[in-house]
């Protein structure tokens, strides 16, 4: 098993761009959950899915801020336009049902300049 | 709203047990304790959890105390790969929020050679 695959790794981008961040969950697992990692920060939960459907977005942190799940090995988090404020490690996390433990992905390192 | 509180740094020498101590004084009756580390520019790997008893797994032992408002992460042979940062967190089962995991501030252990 490969793992939560993320992609791009690292992106540079222009402020006023759309940026799309790209995950893809463990097969199998049905939940899957999008953080946001600042220094000042630190781990917020933006997002999750269950079973493709949006449970809890409360932590988006605004309107720029959307996330799609069009089918279980899939998501995207999208923001448009960017602000350098929203510099930071993106990670996506996948579990089976919500428990045990998550399998987090490598990371988006998103720099808005 | 912090449902842990951990040290926030800890030393340990190479070799030697590392005893990571989390306090979670209000946790329910049908919340988990989980352990997370994060090593540098990773993603947070889980390590292991529990309701009551104490586990062991391949990478750490979990002890939580009777009343179950502490707990303490063992590694029992520390090794310079182990520097990270731990998370102590607690969850719940039920269905939305209660299951999402948490992050605090975590202790960052520092394994000396």
């Known amino acids: 098993d490969a793992g939560v695959i993320q992609s791009p790794r690292h992106e540079v981008t222009e402020m006023g761009q759309e940026v799309t961040l790209r995950c893809k969950p463990i097969s199998g697992h049905n939940s899957l959950f999008w953080y946001r990692q600042t220094m000042m920060r630190g781990l917020e939960l933006l997002i999750y899915?269950?079973?493709?459907?949006?449970?809890?977005d409360s932590g988006m942190p605004e309107d720029r801020f959307s996330a799609k799940m069009p089918n279980a090995s899939f998501s995207t988090l999208k923001i448009q336009p960017s602000e350098p404020r929203d510099s930071a490690v993106y990670f996506c996390?996948?579990?089976?049902?919500?428990?045990?433990?998550?399998?987090f992905g490598s990371g988006t390192r998103l720099t808005v300049v | 709203d912090a449902k842990t509180t951990q040290p926030p740094s800890m030393d340990c020498a190479e070799g030697r047990a590392a005893n990571l101590p989390c306090n979670h004084s209000t946790i329910s009756g049908n919340e988990y304790v989980y352990w997370y580390r994060q090593i540098h520019s990773q993603g947070p790997q889980y390590i292991i959890h529990g309701l009551k008893n104490n586990e062991t797994n391949e990478m750490a032992s979990l002890i939580i105390t009777e009343d179950r408002k502490s707990s303490t992460l063992i590694l029992p042979h520390a090794t310079l790969r182990d520097t990270a940062v731990y998370y102590c967190?607690?969850?719940?089962?039920?269905?939305?929020?209660?299951?999402?995991?948490?992050f605090g501030s975590g202790t960052q252990l520092t394994v000396l050679p």
């Open positions: 899915f269950n079973n493709n459907v949006p449970i809890d």
């Open positions: 967190i607690v969850r719940g089962v039920s269905s939305g929020s209660a299951r999402q995991l948490t």
């Open positions: 996390a996948s579990s089976h049902e919500g428990r045990g433990g998550y399998t």
